[in-house]
């Protein structure tokens, strides 16, 4: 229990990642501003055109500031920050076809991209997940709109993620031109609550049909989808789901949470929302120095590229095994103690304190984190989240796998867009089934090959993450299982010579 001790007080300690400060108060959430400001300068106008004809309610809920009411049940939460702290960046990642808004979510400086992908459709445009709707991305949203002289016209919600499904129904909310598709079983924790009164706009609100067919929907035809799930855990609580589609005009495979590409370098992103991060994480112990504004730029690109490595590993794994944390908490008050005596160290440089959370660094980095972070990255192949290859697709793999198979032979893509990391990465068929190889038989954990990204496609299998990385979510797996939380782990599935699966769909 100590790890999972660990993991649940410092989320306790960071519900925000301290650039904001949430103060509550009869039911409402105020932030108030840090001293720090960001270096660059926000380019938006404050008040976007089309905002000032949308409601009362609404233009009050894009104030960055995000001082509205609790009441209502509505799932924004504490998760919108002032607008000086939440960036957004628009970029274009096929010309004139498919775009991305880009913002980073996390806590503890672990800032990781989140996008919401727009693609070109003969309607309009169509959005693919969302981000926090502020002020700058609706401008920056309008813009192209404008650029492209095509509405968004539609928005999809792929998954049953919070973290998605917040600012989907967010940015729905203060569209009310839109058509809001969601996959079918969405639930709410800790009361399952009806869609209507967790803020789904009522009467804009559609479930995407099921099976497919190109006349499902007014953009199927010109944007296929498939689904995994829904996968529940065994006690009911939670389920796990993701539409994956794809955009035949660009050849543009879109997922939310499944696959991912870790570049080697930061982010734009994270970099222009608050290079801060970058400095605090580029570090092995509390007391080494950091970068800053004024470090040379060799100094300065060193550090926000090992801290950028590490918030990956963080971010990827929780607690990855090169990860270090003195006097772990036990879930005794005496435990806590000790670990709060040892997480504000006095002698920590004056640079470093001037990146905020008073000091604060619990962590200890070992010299081999280089060596897990090049396994993660493996040059930036696609790569499924530990956290879904350790606690849920494991629990059904040939499930899983058939549906790799049916996604791999219904879609001729030439790249992957996913919600999270990098994008857009050049990919195929092949890219995304081994990122699922960990669920074959016979393929080899990734830190067993030599000279990985050098190695032809034939013999060339992602296989398992590196088992030191791995610990931590695999005490969690398996606390989960002896709980009743999850099912077990299924069998790996055999393919046999001609590539085909192997096995019972149980």
Known sequence: MERFASVVL????????????LQFSGGSAKPTKASYSPRRPMTYTRNPPFTRQLPRSARQSLDPTWSQSWSGLTPQGPYFR?????????????????????????????????????????????????????????????????????????????TTAAEHKLFAVALAQVRPDLHFWIVPDQFAFPINLPNELLGFPTGRTKLIPLPYSSDATPWAAEVPYRLLGPLPSKDGIS?????IAYHSASETLLCCDLLVSVPQDPPEIVLRNDARALWWHGRDKATDDVANEESIASLRLEKEQEGWQKI????????????GVANEPDGSISGALKFFETAFPDDVSENARKLGWGAFYPFTWKPEWRSSFAYLCCAGALLVPPILAVLILNRRPLRVLEFVDEVCTSFQFKRVVS??????????????????????????????????????????????????DLAFLRDFEKQLTDLGSIFPRGPRVRRNLFGALEGSAA
């Open 239 to 243: 389920i796990f789901e993701e539409l």
């Open 419 to 468: 919600c999270h990391f990098d994008a857009p990465v050049s990919a195929q068929a092949d890219a995304v089934r081994d990122a699922f190889s960990f669920l074959e038989e016979g393929v080899r954990p990734t830190n067993e090959l030599n000279a990985w990204e050098k190695l032809p496609w034939q013999v060339r299998r992602r296989g398992e993450q590196p088992t030191r």
């Open 312 to 323: 990956a590993l963080f971010s990827l794994y929780f607690q990855s095994g090169a990860l």
């Open 10 to 21: 410092l989320i306790l300690l960071c519900a925000c990642d301290g650039k904001l400060h």
């Open 82 to 158: 002032e607008s000086g702290a939440r960036k957004t960046i628009l970029r274009n990642l096929v010309p004139g076809q498919v775009w991305s808004l880009e913002q980073v979510q996390g806590v503890i400086y672990v800032h990781v991209p989140v996008r919401m992908t727009i693609v070109k459709i003969s309607e309009g445009l169509l959005g693919y997940s969302a981000v926090a709707p502020t002020e700058e991305m609706l401008g920056l949203l309008q813009s192209l709109e404008e650029q492209e002289d095509s509405r968004l016209s539609h928005l999809v919600l792929p």
